[in-house]
């Protein structure tokens, strides 16, 4: 919770649309853990049909973080905590989850890791970030996005315009997976590299900056639904137990159904 966050003038909105990003993750992670690991058939139609519009949600819980990073003056602090959280959730999926028998479980740089990594390269370069004008940020952003969206496939460049092979035996390895690169085998339940996702971060946090000075239009400060604030306000937490709640919930389900 920032300081800014803190006072009377709280910027409700953000809480809203970040607890409605909150929310269609709880409900996208159901729909996959139900569907894959339970095997409900129900579930897992309703996950590949809100795939789509997955990253749409990810990406919109990114782009706030980096406009909270602009509220906050403890971004270092924010940063390891996070960071600290993130590997809870590795060495919890990675290896305790396996152990009981799930597999598929694995997360090694989800939407946290992310977010920690970002949070703590907005602290460390802050001063220099501030040397872009907002709207030059945002664009260089857009134009740095489109140009590393392809990395996962080996490409960096803007399709047949510009394009720049890697070299495949960069590709042979997993070490470099937190920026993109990865070997065929690789897996991870939930993956967010750092290319090109921090660049939303990044457009978020140039927003944040230009309305920062400019100031937050009234309606951003409005009430209109307590539910989707309160999500928005308890986010991490919400996220470090959902999945458990989920797997727990659905056990507890298949189990009653078993006995009958």
């Known amino acids: 919770m920032t300081n800014a966050e803190n ?13 409605l990003a909150v929310l ?6 159901a729909f996959y853990i139900c569907g894959y690991f339970f095997e409900w058939d129900e579930a897992a139609k309703l996950f590949d049909f809100f795939m789509p519009v997955q990253p749409f949600f990810a990406g919109i819980f990114i782009f ?26 590795t060495l919890v999926t990675a290896l305790l989850l396996p152990a009981l028998g799930f597999v598929g479980t694995e997360i090694y740089f989800g939407i946290l890791h992310l977010l920690a990594v970002s949070v703590l390269i907005y602290a460390l370069f802050e001063k220099k970030l501030e ?47 937190p920026i993109g690169i990865y070997s065929p085998s690789f897996y991870s339940a939930d993956y967010f590299p750092i290319f090109p996702h921090i660049f939303i971060f990044l457009s ?37 137990v959902h999945m458990p709640v989920i797997f727990a919930v659905a056990y507890a389900i298949k189990f009653i159904i078993n006995m009958f």
């Open 131 to 177: 040397s872009f004008s907002p709207f030059t940020g945002i664009l260089l952003c857009a134009v740095l996005y489109a140009f590393t969206s392809g990395i996962g496939e080996g490409e960096l460049g803007y399709g047949s315009l510009i394009k720049f092979t890697l070299p495949e035996s960069l590709y042979e390895h997993d070490f470099l997976m």
């Open 7 to 19: 006072n009377k003038n709280r910027l409700n909105f953000l809480d809203e649309a970040r607890g």
């Open 204 to 240: 978020g946090a140039f927003a944040g900056r230009y309305y920062l000075y400019k100031g937050y239009p009234e309606w951003c400060y409005q009430k209109r639904i307590p539910f989707f604030s309160f999500l928005g306000k308890k986010s991490l937490i919400i996220y470090v």
């Open 64 to 89: 706030i973080c980096g406009i909270s990073c602009t509220l906050s003056e403890s971004n270092l602090k924010r940063g390891l905590i996070l960071l600290g959280v993130a590997a809870g959730f």
């Open 24 to 29: 269609c993750m709880i409900f996208y992670h």
